[in-house]
């Protein structure tokens, strides 16, 4: 008899027998392949029948197999006990064996539990917290280690509290950072000389790319005036030269437009730019010539660029 174990609905079993000449218990083929019948609980009705067959009779005598699969259909279900009878002549002497199993072997929660519960994670994490740390003096082992860095720890913290002291090594480093306020910053920022900033592109190059000391006084240099917007040299004599928009449908006044004036009718080189106001007017300051006169604000649709002529 074998316990084939616990299975599940749909699983395949295999189960074996030997046949014996009951005379003199050599192995021996039986009269005809064995019978099994595959019985549920004490149900004396089988769910199951069938016949076995040789495996391997080339190399083995009396030694037979069958694989059932454990359908549904067949009458398995799960929590169920099932026994197998065989039955098998051999030199017309009947003989008998069985095997059983079950289909998903149920497992005492209760029982399982308890035994966990024996001893609680409280009691574990309390007998943790509580063993002694002289208990760990293994070398390589985690509770040697944790107590040596303590230690270590411990020292290092002392060394540190005294450093903190008022006149320790870092007390006074820390009164040394303290004493550098804002001020202090800002008066060293606009102190540092203009000629320790050479970096290309730096804020400080730029700005002494832009600028010149001469005769105790800075001035923005040739190269930067060359720079600035056009006509800028001239503002002094330029012409205050106002143009005015109006609707060319009911000649009311365009207010909020963009404006600007170019020298040239590409629009390339930009003169100056501005808003019309509430009358539809805006002002420039420009040398006497000929302009060309941009115009857009959404919604509208402008002829530009518009020429016009600037004069006294």
């Not at 019985?39 to 199951?48: H, M, Q, R, S």
């Not at 230690?151 to 290092?156: E, F, G, P, S």
């Not at 606009?190 to 600028?211: I, K, M, P, Q, R």
């Amino acid at each position: 008899m074998a316990y084939l174990g616990s299975w599940k609905v749909d699983d395949y079993v295999t189960f074996c027998c030997n046949t014996h000449d009951p005379d003199t218990g050599v192995a021996t083929d039986a009269d005809a392949v064995p019978a099994y019948r595959v019985y549920k609980d004490e149900t004396a009705t089988p769910i199951l029948t069938g016949t076995m067959t040789l495996l391997d009779s080339g190399n083995t005598t009396g030694f037979y197999s069958e694989r059932i699969q454990l359908t549904a259909a067949s009458g398995f279900e799960k929590g169920k006990c099932y026994t197998v009878y065989i039955a098998a002549t051999v030199d017309s002497d009947s003989g008998t064996t069985h095997h059983s199993f079950q289909i998903e072997a149920e497992v005492d929660a209760n029982t399982i539990s308890a035994s966990l519960n024996d001893p609680t994670a409280a009691a574990i994490a309390d007998a943790v917290w509580d063993e002694t740390s002289t208990g760990h003096v293994s070398a390589g082992k985690a509770g040697q280690q944790i107590w040596t860095d303590v230690d270590a720890i411990l020292a290092d913290t002392d060394e540190v509290q005294a450093d903190l002291a008022d006149g320790g090594r870092l007390d006074l480093l820390i009164d040394t950072i303290c004493a550098v306020t804002a001020a202090v910053i800002a008066d060293a920022v606009w102190d540092e000389a203009a000629s320790a900033h050479d970096t290309e592109d730096s804020f400080g190059n730029v700005v002494n790319d832009l600028t010149e000391e001469s005769g105790g006084t800075y001035r923005f240099t040739e190269a930067a005036l060359a720079q600035g917007p056009p006509g800028g040299a001239a503002i002094a004599g330029a012409v205050t030269w106002i143009y005015t928009l109006t609707s060319s449908v009911d000649g009311t006044a365009v207010v909020g437009a963009e404006v600007w004036v170019t020298s040239d009718e590409g629009g390339d080189n930009l003169l100056a730019s501005g808003v019309t106001d509430s009358d539809g007017k805006v002002t420039f300051y420009l040398d006497e010539g000929t302009v060309y006169v941009w115009r857009q604000k959404p919604g509208w649709d402008f002829d530009n660029p518009d020429e016009d002529t600037v004069e006294e």
